[in-house]
Nanobody, 122 residues
């Protein structure tokens, strides 16, 4: 199974983007789908996660309120709506799927997408 992420791009500070992630096999099931990001020269960090049922959702400190994760069951697609973007949100955003019971670290995820680049700049 491959995860296909899309929706990145160049946006001005204060702008919005919506990222999408879908598995190559629509019948693929998981416990958690998450978004991580990696800025140049930094480690990959947790952004947000959503359970298979669509709730609960989890966010890194300081992102709840600006970012919103959701899932559309019929499409087996997870979205990350990012609003009020800041230059420090710049990075490559990866979606990942976990079949275990943990959701917060890179090691919890066995399936990864190829990443979609987000650049926030004026």
């Amino acid at each position: 199974v491959q995860l296909q992420a899309s929706g990145g791009g160049l946006v001005h500070p204060g702008g919005s983007l919506r990222l999408s992630c879908a598995p190559s096999e629509r019948t693929f099931t998981y416990n958690y789908m998450a978004w991580f990001r990696q800025a140049p020269g930094k480690e990959r960090e947790f952004v947000s996660a959503i359970s298979w049922r669509g709730s609960p959702t989890y966010y890194a400190n300081g992102l709840r309120g600006r970012f919103s994760v959701s899932r559309v069951n019929a499409r087996n697609t997870v979205y990350l709506q990012m609003n009020s973007l800041k230059p420090e949100d710049t990075g490559v955003y990866y979606c990942a799927a976990a079949t275990g019971t943990q959701y917060y670290t890179v090691a919890d995820y066995a399936y990864w997408g190829q990443g979609t680049k987000v650049t926030v700049s004026s």
